[in-house]
């Protein structure tokens, strides 16, 4: 997938949750809720300022970010669903 995004955007990859409980129960795909996780894939080269100066963004790929359930654009390249956010919409970097 050849995305690069502008500015201060970045492409996140959701990340599926467990679907077995503690106890050994499977959750089937239509109880799940889609998971508020994911890894980013590729960030923007920053968030253009004011005074025109661009900040480098604070993730970079690889890193796991925790965003709001209703956040950023979902985008289809290749059969695979993305996400486009904004550096603003990522609550948490996740430390694994």
């Known amino acids: 997938m050849a995305l690069r995004p502008l500015y201060d955007r970045i492409i996140v990859k959701r990340v599926e949750p467990e679907r077995t409980t503690a106890s050994g129960i499977v959750i089937p795909d239509s ?12 960030v923007g080269h ?7 100066e661009v900040r480098p963004l604070a993730v970079q ?15 289809k390249i290749d ?7 904004r550096e603003e919409d990522v609550i948490a ?4």
């Open 31 to 42: 109880a799940g809720e889609k998971p508020d996780q994911g890894e980013v894939i590729a």
């Open 46 to 52: 920053g968030k253009l300022l004011t005074t025109g």
């Open 79 to 85: 059969g695979h669903e993305v996400l486009v956010l």
């Open 61 to 75: 790929p690889g890193d796991r970010v925790l965003f709001g359930k209703y956040a950023g654009q979902a985008v």
């Open 93 to 96: 970097l996740i430390d694994a």
